[in-house]
């Protein structure tokens, strides 16, 4: 079955950087659009940007544009999203998700000053 692990949260100052990481197992990551979403507190999901399968072709919420950069290893089944210039905003728990929709259990990020 799809499993899915992020990790690379954690507590940042305002202007910091953060890279997380997906580690995915049980269907064949090469092929398959991947994304990553955010769940701030009391809020709904948040898509994030999106990769394609061959991680030629990427999209971004106009909020994190310039500041994330998604990429993928298909090679060793990785996602990655790096994050620079956070800000108190984007504390929240972070998701990958597959193009059917599974996520992992998500990691935590809190920009606090």
């Known amino acids: 079955q799809v499993q899915l692990v992020e990790s690379g949260g954690g507590s940042v100052q305002p202007g910091g950087s953060l890279r997380l990481s997906c580690a995915a197992s049980?269907?064949?990551?090469?092929?398959?659009?991947m994304s990553w979403v955010r769940q701030a507190p009391g809020k709904g999901l948040e898509w994030l940007s999106t990769?394609?399968?061959?991680?030629?072709?990427?999209q971004y919420l106009d909020s994190v544009k310039g500041r994330f950069t998604i990429s993928r290893d298909n090679a060793k089944r990785m996602l990655y999203l790096q994050m620079n210039s956070l800000r108190s905003e984007d504390t929240a728990v972070y998701f990958c998700?597959?193009?059917?929709?599974?996520r992992g259990q998500g990691t935590q990020v809190t920009v606090s000053s």
């Open positions: 998700r597959t193009q059917t929709g599974e």
């Open positions: 990769i394609n399968s061959g991680g030629t072709l990427t």
């Open positions: 049980g269907f064949t990551f090469s092929a398959y659009t």
